[in-house]
Antibody, heavy 122, light 110 residues
Framework: EEQLVESGGGLVQPGRSLRLSCVAS????????IHWVRQGPGKGLEWVSGINWHGANIAYADPVKGRFTVFRDNAKKSVHLDMNGLRHEDAAVYFC???????????????WGRGTTVTVSS | QSALTQPSSASGSPGQSITISCSLT?????????ISWYQQRPGKAPKLLLFEVDRRPSGVPGRFSGSQSGDAASLTISGLQPEDEGEYYCFSFIGGNNWAFGSGTQVTVL
């Protein structure tokens, strides 16, 4: 069964850092781009970042550019999101999502994790 | 201003049809052909309903269909069912190595 499992969320003070992880199973992880999507409390979905299948093509949404870093370890079937300088507005459920098509940058997401919650508060 | 604009809500009685629009205010010239749609129920992860404008993944009922005209895409639910209640989002590549979700539409089955 194809699966994505996020971890690493928690309570963090403004300005501090956190690393989220997304571990995959049940599919050829190294062939697919993975994206991060977040959803603030009572808000809609917001695209955060994406990394292609071999990690050379990376993209970030403007609100996180320069603060968040995404990278992947294909040997460990995992993608990580390093979040620095966290702000109140970064508080959200963070989902990782698998792109539907092999070797595609990200036209649609056919597999999602359940999400991990990040709370930013002093 | 969101790059993809959706109506905040839509509703219909069981068996009726509703259409949700997704207007692309900023997109790459060919980005709109990659429109996808997602359904999200409260407390759950989003679920892919349509990809490449009008293609359904295996397991998605045929009452969900999509179309596109210019910089506007739409999702139609024909024969609305109670289980169709939830939030619906469009998603697209918008150029400049960026992607975006629509603002979301809350569907209510009356």
């Amino acid at each position: 069964e194809e699966q994505l499992v996020e971890s690493g969320g928690g309570l963090v003070q403004p300005g501090r850092s956190l690393r989220l992880s997304c571990v995959a199973s049940g599919f050829d992880f190294e062939d697919y781009a993975i994206h991060w999507v977040r959803q603030g409390p009572g808000k809609g979905l917001e695209w955060v970042s994406g990394i292609n299948w071999h990690g050379a093509n990376i993209a970030y949404a403007d609100p996180v550019k320069g603060r968040f870093t995404v990278f992947r370890d294909n040997a460990k079937k995992s993608v990580h999101l390093d979040m620095n300088g966290l702000r109140h507005e970064d508080a959200a459920v963070y989902f990782c999502a698998k792109v539907r098509t092999k070797f595609s940058a990200g036209e649609s997401f056919d597999l999602w994790g359940r999400g991990t919650t990040v709370t930013v508060s002093s | 201003q969101s790059a993809l604009t959706q109506p905040s809500s839509a509703s219909g009685s069981p068996g009726q049809s509703i259409t949700i629009s997704c207007s692309l205010t900023a997109t790459a010239a060919d980005g709109s052909k990659f429109i996808s749609w997602y359904q999200q129920r409260p407390g759950k992860a989003p679920k892919l309903l349509l990809f490449e404008v009008d293609r359904r993944p295996s397991g998605v009922p045929g009452r969900f269909s999509g179309s596109q005209s210019g910089d506007a895409a739409s999702l139609t639910i024909s024969g609305l069912q109670p289980e169709d209640e939830g939030e619906y989002y469009c998603f697209s590549f918008i150029g400049g190595n960026n992607w975006a979700f629509g603002s979301g539409t809350q569907v209510t089955v009356l």
